[in-house]
């Protein structure tokens, strides 16, 4: 990511003149930026970038270029955010330097998920299980690349299909049971 943000500058730097140029609305350059067969360039050109004289000018292509930049560093930015909120890093700084692990089974995990996506607890629930998944996977530092194939397998468990989940409320039941002898 630091990598792409220092070629972005390091982009727009190189052709800082030009750029204010040509967000300006500035005319008075257009003879040497926009002539066809121009005999010099006057910004600095990566070899290649200027193809055909017959056709392009000395800036078309970089215009292009920095118009192409634009809409890429809105892109970056944007997706930067989404992570930004989905690290778990931005959840609790408590957890800063001990970020959680999921350390029961996938499986396990998945039922989880299932089991809040079916009691609405995101969102009213107007969301669906890809976007709880994506968090959790964010926030346990675990992939579920086959949540939909792993739920379908519990489906078809023998017995007890949400082992986990009752595992957890009998725990939770046993602790307060033994908080209420003491």
């Known amino acids: 990511m630091n990598k792409e943000i220092r070629k972005i500058n390091k982009f ?3 052709h800082r003149e030009f750029i204010y140029y040509m967000n300006r609305k500035l005319v008075d350059r257009d003879d040497r930026y926009f002539m066809r067969k ?7 050109i990566k070899k290649g970038h200027y193809r055909n004289m017959g056709f392009s000018t000395p800036c078309d292509v970089l215009w292009a270029r920095t118009k192409a930049m634009d809409l890429y560093t809105k892109f970056i930015e944007k997706e930067y955010s989404v992570l930004k909120r ?6 609790s700084p408590s957890i800063e330097n001990k970020p959680l692990r999921w350390t029961a089974s996938k499986a396990s995990l998945t039922e989880l998920i299932y089991a809040l996506h079916e ?3 995101f969102n009213y629930g107007n969301v669906d299980i890809q976007e709880i998944t994506s968090l959790f996977e964010a926030f ?3 992939r ?7 739920y379908a ?8 299909r949400a082992r986990f989940l009752e595992e957890l409320v009998f725990r939770l039941s046993q602790k307060m049971d033994n908080e209420d002898v003491v």
Do not use: M, N, W
């Open 12 to 14: 727009y730097r190189k």
């Open 119 to 121: 009691g609405k607890v």
């Open 38 to 44: 121009a005999e010099t360039i006057p910004v600095k």
């Open 140 to 142: 346990f530092d675990v």
């Open 86 to 91: 989905q690290s778990p890093h931005h959840v």
């Open 144 to 150: 579920l690349p086959h949540i939909y194939r792993t």
């Open 153 to 160: 397998a519990i489906k078809s468990r023998k017995g007890a």
